[in-house]
């Protein structure tokens, strides 16, 4: 099982428009699911990229901190990046949209 910073369901339902656009030339059943896979961890990737190059090195070590307590919760990251200013819903809007485009080829597909 992987670790996904967006939940699976999410992640799925996205790269399955985007193969709707753009289906996966494969042979069979299995090569489909496995490049389905591939697709949602990149851009799982893509998305966690594009929001903790924001970080400030201090930012970084305080969330690095964060994610090896026992104690952080759902709630402690979201103070977290409440108090950090980046607007991660729009993040990772904007890295999906990209990510898309460049799968699809480009602004005119």
């Known amino acids: 099982m992987n670790d996904y910073l967006i939940d699976r369901e999410t992640l799925g339902r996205f790269v399955d428009e985007l193969i709707k656009r753009k289906p996966i030339p494969s042979a ?5 699911d496995k490049k389905r896979e591939e697709l949602m ?30 104690d952080t919760t759902v709630d402690t990251y979201a103070e977290f990046f409440e108090k950090t200013g ?8 904007e890295a999906m949209k990209a990510f898309g485009m460049e799968y699809l080829g480009g602004q005119n597909a």
Request: charged fraction near 30%; hydrophobic fraction near 40%; glycine fraction near 2%.
């Open 28 to 32: 069979t059943a299995e090569e489909a």
């Open 41 to 70: 961890a990149a851009l799982d990737r893509h998305v966690g990229v594009a929001i903790f190059s924001q970080f400030t090195p201090e930012q970084n070590a305080e969330f690095k901190q964060k994610m090896s307590a026992d």
């Open 86 to 93: 980046i607007d991660v819903e729009k993040t990772m809007t």
